[in-house]
Structure formats: structure tokens, C-alpha cells
């Protein structure tokens, strides 16, 4: 599965759950930053920007209760594997880890 496979729900809770990610640690660093376009370009939304934007007003109660409306388990591998990735390029931090964990123990 890809990107462009994602139903439009699937797709904003990604890019939801991907700017909880990166503000997981308090900071984006660098490395998030541009995988974050890199995003972007995979996913081909026009208002990517402005939903990461938004999606930073959204606590992690909220985003986790979107989360559980993917309910195809090749969307929530492809969900789980981006925000991995994005985790992972400058280290991935206790915040960050937890994320990953609570979307884990909600898709078992």
C-alpha cells in the first residue's frame, strides 16, 4: 500500500498523528522538518501545510480518538510505518516512542 491508496479520512489522521509526531519531543528539528515535505510531496495535498497547521491544535486525546476510525489494517501498517520514519531520522525520543506505542496497543 502507498500514499495514494490512503482513503481521505485515512489521510488526514496521517497527517494529524505526523504533526503530533514531530511536536511529540516539544521541538521539530531539522530532519523532521524536511521529511515532513517529503510528505508532503508523497501525498500530493494542496493544503498538506494548512492541515499541519490545524492539526497542531488538536490534543493527543483527539488525534488518538481519530486514529481508532482507521480501521483497515494495511492503512494503519502504512500509518504506523511514515511516522516511524519521521521518529527516526534525528532519534526518536521517549515522547515519541509513546505515540507509537499507544497507536500500537489501539490497532491490536
Same mark, same amino acid.
Given at each position: 500500500m502507498n500514499m495514494s491508496d490512503l482513503f481521505e479520512l485515512e489521510r488526514a489522521i496521517l497527517?494529524?498523528?505526523a504533526s503530533q509526531m514531530v511536536w511529540a519531543d516539544g521541538t521539530a528539528s531539522g530532519e523532521e522538518l524536511q521529511e515532513l515535505l517529503e510528505l508532503d510531496d508523497e501525498m500530493g495535498?494542496?493544503?498538506f501545510? =494548512? #492541515?499541519m497547521k490545524a492539526a497542531r491544535s488538536r490534543s493527543r486525546e483527539e488525534v488518538l480518538a481519530s486514529a481508532a476510525k482507521i480501521e483497515r489494517?494495511?492503512?494503519r501498517d502504512l500509518v504506523l510505518t511514515v511516522l516511524h520514519d519521521l521518529a527516526s531520522v534525528d532519534?526518536?525520543?521517549e515522547? =515519541? #516512542?509513546e505515540l507509537l506505542a499507544?497507536?500500537?496497543k489501539l490497532w491490536a
Open positions: 497527517i494529524d498523528l495535498d494542496e493544503a501545510q =494548512e #492541515a489494517t494495511e492503512a532519534g526518536i525520543e515522547a =515519541e #516512542a499507544e497507536l500500537r
